[in-house]
């Protein structure tokens, strides 16, 4: 009797002990999916308030901006800036450090150079209203508003020679010194010829046809293409085409970065261009 006895309390407790495991592998277990859930949860918490934060911060940006894109055009009408420095800000939000400093710098002397390596060849990026040159007077106006053609040629030139002196300022003295800017501050086409022979390059104008447009790229000549009212402009522009890939095409446009950080299809600038002039060194 007693042996049974002490064999059935041997199994109680064999038992109470695998209760006991079992009861604290269940917390165990517990505890573990609560740390998981309560991780996951912690961790798209904070997911959530990273996005929210980011959310937060980028309308504060957009409104300093906006603040300060209006402020900058309300001072420059009550200080009585040029009306064509104004539309600047309309017709591209990027000028609006140019107008900014406009009062400041809008005496200062052109840079000598056009401040940037080239490899002959290789064709510059160059923009009208870059603070270098942008308040150098071209006509009645400045580069920044009217000088998309000198600054054009400016790119085509120091290109294709390696010379680094010739930027849009002195581009654009050379113009005025010949007579190659009307009264409205527009500049004559045939300047596009005139400039290209004075800095001993070779100059053929007329329309190219998609297969010789990409031939004319492809073997380094860029094309500097009068466009019309369309993607590029309002009014009348200059833009320079300086390469081709995949099947579409690198266009410099002085007047934006934007836009010269796309590419763009032949079908796109043929039907707004009015005119085209390809260069090459003269022999």
């Given amino acids: 009797?007693?042996?049974i006895k002490n064999q059935k309390n041997r199994r109680r407790r064999q038992i109470l002990k695998r209760r006991c495991y079992l009861a604290t592998a269940g917390i165990c277990l517990l505890l573990i999916i609560i740390a998981i859930v309560g991780g996951g949860k912690d961790k798209n918490n904070d997911t959530v308030s990273a996005k929210t934060k980011k959310v937060i911060e980028d309308q504060q940006q957009e409104?300093?901006?906006?603040?300060?894109?209006?402020?900058?055009?309300?001072?420059?009408?009550?200080?009585?800036?040029?009306?064509s420095v104004i539309e600047l800000l309309d017709k591209n939000e990027e000028?609006?450090?140019?107008v900014k400093n406009y009062e400041k710098k809008k005496n200062q002397k052109a840079a000598k150079n056009i401040g940037v390596k080239v490899k002959k060849g290789t064709i510059p990026s160059l923009i009208q209203w870059d603070e270098r040159w942008g308040y150098t007077r071209y006509g009645t106006s400045i580069i920044a508003v009217s000088g998309c053609g000198p600054t054009c040629m400016?790119?085509?030139?120091?290109?294709?020679?390696?010379?680094?002196?010739?930027?849009?300022a002195r581009m654009a003295a050379y113009s005025m010194k010949n007579n190659l800017i009307d009264e409205d501050n527009n500049t004559y086409w045939e300047f596009m010829e005139k400039a290209a022979q004075h800095w001993g390059l070779t100059c053929r104008e007329g329309m190219?046809?998609?297969?010789?447009?990409?031939?004319?790229?492809?073997?380094?000549h860029p094309v500097i293409c009068s466009v019309g009212p369309g993607n590029f402009t309002k009014n009348g522009h200059f833009i320079v085409l300086v390469g081709w890939k995949?099947?579409?095409?690198?266009?410099?446009?002085p007047f934006s970065r934007a836009n010269t950080k796309k590419l763009w299809s032949y079908e796109t600038i043929a039907k707004q261009a009015k005119a085209m002039w390809v260069y090459q060194l003269s022999n």
């Avoid at 190219?208 to 380094?220: R, S």
């Fill in 1 to 3: 009797m007693k042996r």
């Fill in 63 to 83: 409104e300093t901006y906006e603040s300060e894109f209006d402020r900058v055009k309300a001072y420059a009408k009550t200080h009585n800036y040029p009306l």
């Fill in 95 to 98: 000028t609006i450090d140019f």
């Fill in 154 to 168: 400016s790119m085509v030139v120091s290109g294709l020679t390696g010379n680094t002196k010739v930027t849009p």
């Fill in 208 to 220: 190219l046809e998609k297969a010789q447009m990409k031939a004319e790229l492809k073997k380094g």
């Fill in 246 to 253: 995949d099947g579409r095409i690198k266009v410099n446009d």
